[in-house]
Nanobody, 124 residues
């Protein structure tokens, strides 16, 4: 069982930056692929980024590539999402998720555990 708690959301002006954190419980954090998803008001939840357990190749949605960076610290059981050059289209609830595998990491169905989400609002 893995419990995930996101933090770091808030209100930021367009062009600004935020860093989200996701703290995980459990001794097996390092074995999980970790992902970030987001859900804007009235829209479906969408993939943002993912990182394998060994911090190898990372995966990004085209909409955030070059602006967002995912990283993890297995010693701290934490995954991070650095978000730069934010724009109003990035406004959403951001969710951290953990997957026991490395298959279809862009699909929310690949993830076994989810956090409660943290809200990010980007003003124009």
């Amino acid at each position: 069982q893995v419990q995930l708690v996101e933090s770091g959301g808030g209100l930021v002006q367009a062009g600004g930056s935020l860093r989200l954190s996701c703290a995980a419980s459990g001794r097996t954090f390092s074995s999980y692929t970790m992902g970030w998803f987001r859900q804007a008001p009235g829209k479906e939840r969408e993939f943002v980024t993912a990182i394998p357990s060994w911090s190898g190749s990372t995966y990004y949605a085209d909409s955030v590539k070059g602006r967002f960076t995912i990283s993890r610290d297995n010693a701290k059981n934490t995954v991070y999402l650095q978000m730069n050059s934010l724009n109003p289209e990035d406004t959403a609830d951001y969710y951290c998720a953990a997957s026991a595998g490395l298959v279809a990491v862009r699909s929310e169905h690949a993830y076994d555990y989810w956090g409660q989400g943290t809200q990010v609002t980007v003003s124009s």
